[in-house]
């Protein structure tokens, strides 16, 4: 995960007294280019697990419909990072369970639990 932040002067620092400020526009585009280039390559990284089983955290029911329970994984940070939406089997809430992750997102995975893994 990569954030990204603009140039804000800040009273009282030689960065605020800095001239030549660069166009909001400009920061704009530059900050959305590198945006577009941190998820290809987050899409990228999440495709090599595509086929593999992983540990999943189970949290509960996705935020979009309850027919989704979603979790994460060891990696991924909650409030930050994407997350695992599991679109096959049951869980409890807090139950860690194996995932057969069949589909990848720039920030999220798909995939079904294995039971018997």
């Given amino acids: 995960m990569l954030g990204i932040f603009s140039f804000s002067p800040e009273t009282g620092t030689p960065a605020a007294k800095l001239r030549g400020r660069i166009a909001k526009e400009v920061i704009e585009d530059r900050a959305d280019e590198i945006k577009e280039i941190q998820a290809q390559n987050s899409r990228a990284l999440n495709r090599t697990l595509v086929g593999k089983t992983v540990p999943v955290l189970v949290e509960g029911f996705s935020d979009e419909t309850d027919l989704l ?17 599991i679109n096959k089997g049951s869980a409890v809430v807090g139950e860690i369970v194996p995932i057969r992750i069949t589909e990848a997102h720039a920030y999220d995975l798909v995939g079904g639990i294995e039971r018997g893994y």
């Fill in 69 to 85: 329970l979603t979790g994460r994984t060891a990696t991924m940070a909650p409030d930050v990072d994407g997350q695992v939406l």
